[in-house]
């Protein structure tokens, strides 16, 4: 390449659109070094104006401003220069910083948005947990049993942060429980609660809790079920020849199946079949109510009435107390009664107590407080009904 093909004054008629203001002769130099060498102001402007590089070296290794020699005229070129230089710093200074407090605002809004996302989930998490305890809240006794599935329902909810979170975890599978307590313990009311709680979670798009008997958990053959939707279903009375057909239902990925019954026929049906116990996910054992425990339990159902109880309207005396009522309890039922029945005792109690109001009242009272109130004396008699007839049955 000729050496005046990239001179200042080629690139001055033709336009820094036509030349390339980069373009180099043979001994390497750009225009920018040819107008410096000349001391050619105006042409040095022009190719700063257009972005030159007045760093670009020639074949010797020398830059633009190394050609300038002595004199005023061309320390004023060298200072037209380096303050070309120096704009162009701070203007690349400035577009970094500007980059940096962008990107630095973008970080802070993720960062805040993050924030926001993990105290809502916090919020929805403590909000289903609250939801649990105010569930466990309704059952009386059972601190074990209810410290036990605190500690499952954390264990899930903590699952189901993992997924939100995007970790690589799998989907927890449909679980099974086993319950074992004598009658009136308290599983429906959990079956119920975990059934919510599953739902909480979004393992379950219901809360509804199907009780069952064997007839209407199995089919007409082995597999075949009529359960189509995904449920929680509480297996009751079911006995070793269904136990195949009924784990089939637990294979199916759409069934939360709960089974329910006294410890030791149950305990046999467990052990009977390695199959059947490693698909059960946990096993609850519900205690009997104490005296204390059955006490309480009538208090609630005194002081949670709906329209739709039989016992709606009705209040106890104040003279009736968890004490004096876990007493009269203690001393008029045997320990076997108790067992047998435990929170359905109280049912039979407080229908007997309210026949016996009725019996001591006078058809001539109209006084409210009368006939709403059931007295410490309705309640005497009314275990005493229930002992009678408890003793004339066997």
């Not at 190719?47 to 070296?57: G, I, P, Q, V």
């Not at 074949?59 to 020699?69: F, G, V």
Request: aromatic share 4%; charged share 30%; net charge neutral.
């Amino acid at each position: 390449m000729a050496k005046n093909l990239t001179g200042p004054e080629t690139v001055a008629k033709n336009g820094c659109d036509k030349v390339p203001i980069e373009a180099k002769t043979t001994n390497g130099m750009t225009p920018l070094h040819s107008a410096l060498e000349r001391s050619r102001k105006s042409y040095v402007e022009k190719l700063l104006r257009h972005n030159a590089s007045s760093s670009a070296k020639e074949n010797e290794s020398i830059i633009p401003l190394d050609h300038e020699s002595e004199g005023s005229r061309n320390e004023k070129l060298k200072a037209l220069v380096n303050t070309y230089l120096e704009e162009k710093q701070r203007k690349r200074t400035n577009a970094e910083e500007e980059h940096k407090r962008k990107h630095s605002h973008i970080e802070e809004e993720e960062e805040e948005q993050k924030k926001r996302r993990d105290t809502e989930a916090d919020g929805e998490t403590n909000a289903k947990m609250d939801e649990v305890e105010k569930e466990l809240s309704n059952i009386v006794g059972l601190h074990e049993l209810k410290l036990q599935i605190r500690n499952w329902a954390k264990g899930m909810l903590l699952h189901e942060r993992r997924r939100g979170l995007g970790l690589n975890v799998q989907t927890r599978r449909l679980p099974h429980f086993v319950f074992l307590g004598n009658p009136g313990t308290g599983k429906t009311m959990i079956a119920r609660i975990l059934g919510k709680l599953l739902c909480l979670v979004g393992v379950l798009a219901t809360n509804k809790v199907k009780e069952v008997q064997r007839t209407d958990l199995v089919g007409q053959y082995i597999g075949h079920t009529g359960v189509k939707t995904r449920n929680v279903v509480l297996a009751r009375d079911f006995g070793l020849e269904a136990l195949e057909e009924i784990m089939s239902v637990m294979d199916n990925g759409t069934t939360s199946v709960i089974f329910a019954g006294y410890p030791e026929p149950m305990k046999r049906v467990i052990s009977s079949n390695e199959g059947f116990r490693r698909r059960v996910t946990k096993i609850f054992t519900f205690d009997d109510f104490s005296t204390e425990d059955l006490a309480n339990i009538l208090h609630l159902k005194m002081n949670s009435q709906t329209k739709d109880d039989p016992l709606y309207g009705f209040k106890l005396h104040p003279l009736c107390t968890m004490k004096t009522i876990a007493d009269i309890i203690g001393s008029e039922t045997t320990k076997d009664q108790r067992k047998e029945m435990n929170g359905g005792l109280v049912d039979h109690l407080l229908v007997n107590a309210i026949e016996n109001l009725d019996s001591r009242l006078s058809l001539d009272c109209w006084d409210t407080e009368e006939l709403l109130t059931i007295t410490l004396e309705d309640l005497e008699c009314g275990i005493k009904s229930f002992s009678i007839r408890e003793n004339k049955v066997k």
